[in-house]
């Protein structure tokens, strides 16, 4: 049964289409990295499938259950979203706010149960959290404060991430450290990936398939390797880009090169 699947996904804002027709489906333990220019419906797609937005038509499904038929509650424990890097204070500590992710599962009118924390506890290791459990989300790094989000979404209990360019506005060091926590999530924890990345060579690295959207339309969906044939990415960006040759079995290394392909 697949994690995802959407199947003739159409919305527009107002009297502008953004999503034209999207279908496409997602296995459990996949990781699909989604691509495309801006302005390609990219975000907006992931905010369809967590029906942050609403007014869309087609079909999605998580593990076969139309997300019609799904409370809200519900979707949480399937699915969980991890926005771009939040701006603005947030006054909680790291353990605090991530155990605001278990808010499926608790009752907002009894205490925190012993199993929710000791749940917390575990995420809080497996993410590399644990040392700064008791600090205040205000004095964390860019990387950091992505981390405590991703966490807070495994909180939820989901076995799928929808992730919203989580390496956007991080420095390149943090940018790695990110990468590499979602490659050993999907790796160790078995976690369905669908992540939203400007990052063409991490979505190469990284991912089993990528979709790319254009014009709200998916352009490709299939393996890393195919986006490489017959110029897809050079039309896809409307521009060309240099192969630089790595390691053995590994696909080369795209630097963009400006002008049209």
Known sequence: M???????????????????HVGFDVQPGEFVSIIGPNGSGKSTLIKCINRILAG???RIALSGTSVRAMSQKAIATRIGYVPQVHEGPLPFTVEEFVLLGRYPYVNPLIRVREE???????????????????RNMATLSGGEHQAVFIAAALAQGARTLLLDEPAAFL????????????????????????????????????SDRVLALKDGQVAYFGP??????????????????????????????????????
């Open 171 to 206: 420095d390149y060091r943090h940018q790695v450290e990110s990468a590499s926590m979602l490659r050993q999530m999907h790796r160790d924890m078995g976690v369905t990936i669908l992540c939203v990345t400007h990052d063409v060579n991490q979505a190469l690295a990284a």
């Open 224 to 261: 890393p390797a195919s986006l490489l044939d017959n110029g897809l990415l050079e039309r896809l960006y409307a521009t060309s880009f240099a192969r630089l040759p790595r390691e053995a079995n590994r696909l080369p290394w795209l630097v963009p090169c400006g002008g049209p392909s």
């Open 56 to 58: 869309w038509t087609g």
């Open 116 to 134: 929710d924390r000791r749940e917390i506890g575990r995420i809080l290791e497996r993410t590399g959290l644990s040392p700064l459990s008791g």
């Open 2 to 20: 697949t994690a995802v699947e959407v199947d003739d996904l159409c919305f527009a804002y107002g009297r502008t289409a953004v999503l034209r």
